[in-house]
């Protein structure tokens, strides 16, 4: 059975620094192309990033670049996991962060964990 | 910026069909895939259509998608609607930039 269960949220100050981590398993975990995707209290859902089964290609929307690192961990004792480094943190990135992985194909978002909520408050 | 624009809520009986649109701003929808997830209150979303009209293994047929490139908008349409069916319907796709892109959501009520 698929599972991604997510951690590291919490509240944070407004400019503080945060890591969110997401442990997977029930797949082959390198095989994959893993997302974070958010959702602010009482919003919509806002796509963050991306990264590779190998960890070589990431990617970020505009609104979190240059402040946010994807990163994922393949090593067998890591128990397979992805990582979403975040700073200069505002009030804006409130909200439940996902971990989703894609499909096979890559085209769509196919398992999802629960989320961890991130507050930024100060 | 791409964006994708859905109607904010719909509303229809059970036992209708409902279609929810998303409009994309620029360029032509056609030109990538469109998905479509549901998100029930409090729960994570879940993947109802996927490369324009494919359906996860799992998910009924009376889920369907359609994308018309005259109109630059992808469909999704829920026919014989469940009381269950009351969640959020959100579609993504990408943009230029390979990056990926969702809708605002559509708020579906089962009256």
């Known amino acids: 059975e698929v599972q991604l269960v997510e951690a590291g949220g919490g509240v944070v100050q407004p400019g503080g620094s945060l890591r969110l981590s997401c442990a997977a398993s029930?797949?082959?975990?390198?095989?994959?192309?893993m997302h974070w995707v958010r959702q602010a209290p009482g919003k919509g859902l806002e796509w963050v990033s991306l990264i590779s089964g190998d960890g070589g290609n990431t990617y970020y929307a505009d609104s979190v670049k240059g402040r946010f690192t994807i990163s994922r961990d393949n090593s067998r004792n890591s128990k397979n996991s992805l990582f979403l480094q975040m700073h200069s943190l505002t009030t804006e990135d409130t909200a439940l962060y996902f971990c989703?992985?894609?499909?096979?194909?890559?085209?769509?978002?196919?398992?999802w964990g629960q989320g961890t909520l991130v507050t930024v408050s100060s | 910026n791409f964006m994708l624009t859905q109607p904010h809520s719909v509303s229809e009986s059970p036992g209708k069909t409902v279609t929810i649109s998303c409009t994309g701003s620029s360029g032509s929808i056609a030109n990538n895939y469109v998905q479509w997830y549901q998100q029930r209150p409090g729960s994570a979303p879940t993947a109802l259509i996927y490369?324009?009209?494919?359906?996860p293994s799992g998910v009924p047929d009376r889920f369907s998608g359609s994308v018309d490139s005259s109109s630059n908008s992808a469909s999704l349409s829920i026919s014989g609607l469940k009381t269950e069916d009351e969640a959020d319907y959100y579609c993504q796709s990408y943009d230029s930039r390979h990056l990926w892109v969702f809708g605002g959501g559509t708020k579906l009520t089962v009256l």
């Open positions: 029930g797949f082959t975990f390198d095989n994959y192309v």
């Open positions: 490369e324009d009209n494919q359906r």
């Open positions: 989703a992985r894609a499909d096979g194909s890559g085209w769509y978002l196919d398992y």
